[in-house]
């Protein structure tokens, strides 16, 4: 009876908590453009289709792939390489299955002066 009744209270409040990462990449975007209502529209619409764009800021870059897990700078402090998570839309996994790896296939991101020119997500 009542173990019962608070049981099933319990689990649905619990899950009313939960989002999907898409549903949090969402927000993510929509809270960046709102925020930034100047947006180049092109580059505005990649972002709501969670795509990258050559050219975009490292904001627009967060906003659409989140926060990055590690970053590095090389060719004298001019080029930084963001390495991710596998959040979505990230994968992190070979497109070939049967290939062997030693670990997953990070995403990453460069950026040239601090706008993104090349990227890679498995």
Known sequence: GL???????VAACSGQALVSDR??????VDAYLAA???TDRNTATAMRR????????????????GRPVEMQKWRSGTVDQ????????NRCEAPDRDAFLMGPIRPEAFFRNDRLYQWSSP
């Open 3 to 9: 173990a019962m009744v608070c049981c099933l209270l």
């Open 50 to 65: 969670f795509e990258l764009r050559t050219g975009m800021t490292k904001q627009e870059v967060v906003a659409v792939w």
């Open 82 to 89: 963001w390495f991710f998570a596998c959040a979505w839309p």
């Open 36 to 38: 930034n209502p100047a």
């Open 23 to 28: 549903q949090v990449a969402r927000d993510r």
